[in-house]
């Protein structure tokens, strides 16, 4: 009896050469990629399929993908959120009282959202998009406060947002200008 007219090997065949298949695609794709960064802990953030869609720019230093159009803010879902998350940004010790206060004046405004702009978004472990970050410039108290508004969107689909504040430097913060700038020179291969 021949080994090919054999029904087994027909079988392994079968099932054997997808996963194989599978494989060598993960393995090419693991070998070829060029817009990656390591965390140091076994996980690497691919952005390679992102950037070669010409849409999104990828910062290799901060895991940061950037739309080269910026997004719309998602102002359906901030309006039926209840309350915002506050998180909780590295702050000098005299800056937190302030920054409390300057926060819950900005977010007291019923539509204080709808002067967010677009920053950047972020990648999972996994590579998958999950996060998109807004920003709007806020005076209080003769001062002026960048406001972050972070969404996350759960495997569900459901957004999550969670707001910061920190004191604004224009020399220093970098915005979505500066942040597209700063990713597309970020890593070995032009974007």
């Known amino acids: 009896m021949s080994f090919y007219r054999s029904k087994g090997f027909w079988i392994a065949v079968t099932i054997i050469s997808p996963l194989l298949l599978i494989a060598v695609n993960y393995g090419l794709k693991v070998m070829t990629s060029v817009y990656k960064t390591d965390l140091g802990n ?3 953030i691919y ?3 992102y950037v070669k869609t010409g849409r999104w720019v990828f910062d290799c230093e901060y895991s940061r993908l950037i739309s080269r159009e910026s997004l719309p803010v998602p ?3 901030l309006e039926s959120v209840g309350r915002l998350t506050i998180g909780n ?3 000098k010790e005299v800056d937190e009282q302030p920054a409390k206060e300057a926060l819950k004046a900005v977010t007291g405004n019923r539509d204080w959202y709808k002067n967010l702009r677009y920053l950047y978004s972020a990648l999972d472990e996994s590579s998958d998009l999950n996060s998109h970050a807004f920003y709007l ?3 209080h108290a003769g001062r002026s406060w960048a406001v972050e508004v972070d969404q996350s969107i759960g495997y569900d689909g459901m957004s999550h947002f969670t707001v910061t504040i920190e004191p604004y430097d224009p020399k220093t913060y970098v915005d979505y200008a500066k942040a597209l700038q700063a990713a597309a020179k970020s890593c070995p291969v032009p974007q």
């Open 89 to 91: 940004a590295l702050l």
């Open 137 to 139: 410039v806020a005076q």
């Open 47 to 49: 952005a390679d399929d």
């Open 42 to 44: 076994g996980v690497v």
């Open 75 to 77: 102002l359906s879902e």
